[in-house]
């Protein structure tokens, strides 16, 4: 399933009371996205912070990785979650003609 991660800065929060973890928070995020845990990564367009895309069983598991990031360790942000995934009964809005049946990928036949 994907999670969708937002997160607000804490009231007060400037950019100087960020600078000091970005180094670290910005690789994080490129090991989880290398590893195939974080999909997209964003900036936020209407105000400071970003919008993160999980691949991940639930928000559970997003939290404890937000949770891991350096500046969540610092106390930073606040992390906001939607999980989200394919709309279902989808397929019973098929013909019953259509081919839905497995194996579901078959570009590699």
């Keep these: 399933m994907k999670i969708l991660a937002f997160d607000n800065f804490k009231p007060g929060v400037t950019l100087d009371d960020l600078r000091p ?16 845990i974080v999909r997209e990564n964003y900036a936020r367009a209407d105000v400071g912070g970003v919008i993160i895309v999980f691949e991940l069983d639930g928000v559970e598991e997003a939290r404890r990785y937000t949770d891991d990031f350096p500046l969540s360790k610092a106390g930073l942000l606040e992390w906001h979650f939607i999980a989200f995934d394919a709309p279902l009964p989808l397929e019973f809005l098929f013909d019953p003609t259509v081919d839905i049946a497995t194996p579901w990928d078959r570009t590699a036949a």
Excluded: I, P, T
């Design 21 to 36: 973890y970005l180094r670290d928070e910005v690789s994080n995020v490129w090991r989880l996205w290398k590893a195939g």
